[in-house]
């Protein structure tokens, strides 16, 4: 499937916590920076996801804010 | 200010593209990576926002949806 | 690519309204049902959406709020 | 109350799964396809939702993506 | 309707910009505070949103970011 | 950090609620209102966020509902 989704990053699954109803997945991305995805539990266990899976963090551009120093 | 959001990625502005009330903003990572944010033209101008300008995308977790080949 | 999204609709695109920035998307499901959505005009061109696409209506499930009558 | 948002689908709940924050509620769509929300504990509380309750899934149109094969 | 978003705030709008796609509408609460919304052009006309109309803010609790000092 | 966010509200917690995954954050307004939000456990803990703690609620403009009586 080709998304809408603007940001589309690559990265590997460094950990999952697993709670009632979501997950949180930490991804790590190429050059060692870090992003967390909060997802439902039933689709972290749908998707397999687990520590080094090669999974994509997706973000609409609505949903970046930008900051400045 | 310190934020709850999990995800704070430095980059610089490539590119500001201005609509009526909403600008788009895309924003250039470490290693060429892009990423894109809609703002409104009020705040892409509050923050003085151009090529170049210094910026974090900031992305709350649970805005980040997981995908898998 | 498969989806953490928990919510993904097919439908067909209805109408397209094409802003300096943002696009908005008419898309009709199977019943008659209609959903809205905004993109950017970059994804909706990148997409080649135009009435009559086949497409899917995606949304994570953190984003459906639920109301009663 | 009249509201903003451009996608008001109307369901029954399926089954709802409560967490310690959060809840997920699985509602069925006319014709059989289904939507998942995750709202708090206290709001499916609040609005009494059980499986059978009379629901409406609402989302707004920036919370929308759109997929294509 | 009563629904599950959890920040229901009362205000009246200020002002309203419209542009091609979206509109921008800056409603103010008691005691002064401001908040802006984005919602689509065609929502905006449908409430007949203009200066002084009494409306509610709502925001879902997963949309509401924490920041400190 | 200066952000782009449109809404950023001050207040005072007054209760936080911890799950496995998330914490939902109750924060009283000045005049009384209060708002809900729900952020990673992780984030809850690093900000040290407890009953009193002075905060800021951060909202997206995109992510503002409007509904009227």
Do not use: F, H, Q
């Not at 697993?18 to 992003?35: C, D, K, Q, Y």
């Not at 996801?49 to 400045?68: D, F, P, T």
Request: aromatic share 2%.
């Amino acid at each position: 499937m080709k998304l809408s989704a603007r940001n589309v990053l690559k990265g590997k699954v460094k950990k999952v916590v697993t709670g009632a109803v979501n997950s949180e997945v930490i991804i790590e991305l190429p050059g060692g920076a870090e992003m967390t995805s909060i997802i439902t539990k039933t689709s972290a266990e749908s998707l397999k996801l687990k520590e080094g899976s090669e999974v994509y963090a997706i973000v609409k551009a609505s949903n970046v804010m930008i900051g400045i120093d």
